[in-house]
Nanobody, 123 residues
Framework: QVQLVDTGGGLVQAGGSLRLSCTAS????????MGWFRQAPGAEREFVVA???????YYANSVKGRFTISRDNARNTVTLQMNSLKPEDTAVYYC?????????????????WGQGTQVTVSS
């Protein structure tokens, strides 16, 4: 089992920045692909970005160039730096983990989830 706690959401104006963090406990963090998903009201959970144990990343086109994911295997944390935020980025953001090194983009391929943190971008 892996327990994930994601923090850092809030309210920001369009063009602003936020940083989300996810702290993992319970298993060897470096064995897991770590990802971020988001879910807006009435919408399906959407892939945002993921990072493998060795730093390989994959971004959704909608956030490429604006968001940056990083991980610290020694501290069991993954961070999502979000810049140039847009109102359409408004959603609950979830940290997720998947055992292995392959980076999937479907929510059903991730086994463990954080509780979610709200990000609201005002226009």
């Amino acid at each position: 089992q892996v327990q994930l706690v994601d923090t850092g959401g809030g309210l920001v104006q369009a063009g602003g920045s936020l940083r989300l963090s996810c702290t993992a406990s319970g298993r060897t963090f470096s064995n897991y692909v770590m990802g971020w998903f988001r879910q807006a009201p009435g919408a399906e959970r959407e892939f945002v970005v993921a990072i493998s144990w060795n730093g390989s990343t994959y971004y959704a086109n909608s956030v490429k160039g604006r968001f940056t994911i990083s991980r610290d295997n020694a501290r069991n944390t993954v961070t999502l730096q979000m810049n140039s935020l847009k109102p359409e980025d408004t959603a609950v953001y979830y940290c997720a983990a998947r055992l292995g090194n392959y980076i999937p983009t479907l929510a059903s391929d991730f086994n463990f989830w954080g509780q979610g943190t709200q990000v609201t971008v005002s226009s």
